[in-house]
């Protein structure tokens, strides 16, 4: 399955909530959900079928999937990963994806969405611990110093990004340091510190069939 590159706002109507795909827009009225809160498609509208078991599986595993951008091997890999890793699987599979890198630079506010972040990982303007990573799927660790190289810190985008989520705040496992434009590592994120509405357990048993 290829990367999805169609309207990201289809996305969040399809799962019925904002999935902040679209970086400001989401806090703004444009949003679509704030305007058409019903599923795409020609039947949207008038669209009644009650979800039973296998249904709410799927549509609790695509919500995720579409927060992180992840496709469905590198979703699959990430779930064995977790299942191989002592802990509860689905607080550990949330964990693994939090400690992406294109997450993580979303995260301290250096990109305005997840798709802006990445970006900029790829593009090569992020490092850590002073080394260049142009690796969006790179894991992080606790210390890690997550941070724009020096050429890129007067980059619009980034200054731009810096200045619109200013007010956001950031996750308690992160901190942000304004003058160097970094931000460490300073815990694993748990669970009670990944605010997302998403009952990962349903995934777990979705995989587990």
């Given amino acids: 399955m290829a990367r999805y590159i169609g309207p990201v706002c289809r996305l969040c109507r399809r799962e019925g909530m904002k999935l902040f795909l679209k970086g400001e827009r989401c806090y703004t009225e444009k949003c679509a959900i704030e305007k058409r809160n019903f599923p ?8 009644k079928a009650k979800m039973q078991g296998y249904g709410i599986q799927l549509r609790e595993k695509q919500k995720v999937k579409r927060i992180y951008g992840v496709l469905e091997d590198q979703f699959r890999r990430y779930f064995e990963q977790a299942e191989r890793t002592r802990g509860i699987t689905g607080e ?6 939090e400690r ?5 630079v979303y995260r301290l506010g250096l990109g305005t969405s997840r ?8 593009h090569g303007h992020i490092q850590i611990n002073g080394k260049k990573v142009d690796i969006p799927s ?3 660790k606790a210390g ?11 980059n619009p985008t980034v ?3 810096i200045e619109e989520v200013k007010g956001r705040g950031i996750p308690e496992w992160l901190s942000f340091d304004p003058n160097s434009i970094s ?10 510190q990944i605010n997302l509405p998403v009952q990962e357990q349903l995934i777990v048993e979705l995989y587990s069939k």
């Fill in 40 to 47: 795409p498609g020609q039947h949207g509208k008038t669209r």
């Fill in 92 to 97: 550990t599979l949330l964990q693994l994806l």
């Fill in 100 to 104: 992406r890198l294109d997450n993580v």
């Fill in 115 to 122: 798709s802006q972040a990445r970006q900029l990982v790829r």
């Fill in 138 to 140: 790179y894991s992080v």
């Fill in 144 to 154: 890690d110093v997550v941070g724009v190289i020096g050429r890129s810190q007067k």
């Fill in 159 to 161: 200054e731009h990004a």
């Fill in 183 to 192: 931000g460490r590592i300073v815990s694993m994120p748990t669970r009670a």
